[in-house]
């Protein structure tokens, strides 16, 4: 029921931003009992784990990422924001959104966006 879309521009220069949305249908992002991730996957580097952001809207980041990545809420549009600067081609890959979930001292990622592929490129 709860579904998840990645959406934003396919293709970003280098040294621009990569601005992505996670629109949210079928849950609320106001629910204290989740969390919201970015995920990206790309041939040289696999899964990364990006940054997530809670329900009180603290942020936590990879430390490959933490230096120039912004995750965010909107909650009037029921949103999630990614947004990664000054992209190389390195950072050519497919990005996701996931929702977390902690049952215990489990987090499951579930579910997940079906992502969209932002390729860096001049």
């Known amino acids: 029921q709860v579904q998840l879309q990645e959406a934003g521009p396919g293709t970003v220069k280098p040294s621009q931003t990569l601005s992505l949305t996670c629109t949210i249908s079928?849950?609320?992002?106001?629910?204290?009992?989740?969390?919201w991730n970015w995920i990206r996957q790309s041939p040289g580097k696999g899964l990364e784990w990006m940054g997530v952001?809670?329900?009180?809207?603290?942020?936590y980041y990879s430390p490959s990422f933490k230096n120039r990545t912004t995750i965010s809420r909107d909650t009037s549009k029921n949103q999630v924001s990614l947004h990664l600067g000054f992209v190389s081609p390195e950072d050519t890959a497919v990005y996701y959104c996931?929702?977390?979930?902690?049952?215990?001292?489990?987090?499951?990622?579930?579910?997940w966006g079906k992502g969209t592929l932002v390729t860096v490129s001049s």
């Open positions: 996931a929702r977390e979930e902690r049952l215990g001292w489990t987090p499951i990622l579930d579910p």
């Open positions: 952001v809670t329900s009180d809207d603290s942020t």
């Open positions: 079928g849950g609320s992002i106001t629910s204290p009992y989740y969390r």
